[in-house]
Nanobody, 115 residues
Framework: QVQLVESGGGLVQPGGSLRLACAPS????????MGWYHQAPGKQRDLVAK???????SYAESVKGRFTIFRDNYGNVVYLQMNELKPDDTALYFC?????????WGQGTQVTVSS
């Protein structure tokens, strides 16, 4: 069974940076795409950033220019570099991986942006 293990969340002040990591239990290039979603309390889970097996990236409008998704094929890890964090970025962040018709999810890592 595919597992996604996330790390890197925490508490940071506005304007600060965090890097999230997602390590799958299979080769990351086996997935059609991998991405990060976030979900704030009482809100739906929304896409933050995505990277396809071909390396094409896409971002939510709210994070363009501040967040970067990239992968380390050798280390088999997908990262989300988050800069210029804002209080509105506070949420539970989930790693997602898509393989054919299946969606896989990590357990989530909390990101809190507060002074």
């Amino acid at each position: 069974q595919v597992q996604l293990v996330e790390s890197g969340g925490g508490l940071v002040q506005p304007g600060g940076s965090l890097r999230l990591a997602c390590a799958p239990s299979v080769n990351i290039l086996d997935f059609n795409s991998m991405g990060w979603y976030h979900q704030a309390p009482g809100k739906q889970r929304d896409l933050v950033a995505k990277i396809t097996v071909g390396g094409t990236t896409s971002y939510a409008e709210s994070v363009k220019g501040r967040f970067t998704i990239f992968r380390d094929n050798y280390g088999n890890v997908v990262y989300l570099q988050m800069n210029e964090l804002k209080p509105d970025d506070t949420a539970l962040y989930f790693c997602n991986a898509q393989m054919h018709q299946f969606d896989y999810w990590g357990q989530g890592t909390q990101v809190t942006v507060s002074s």
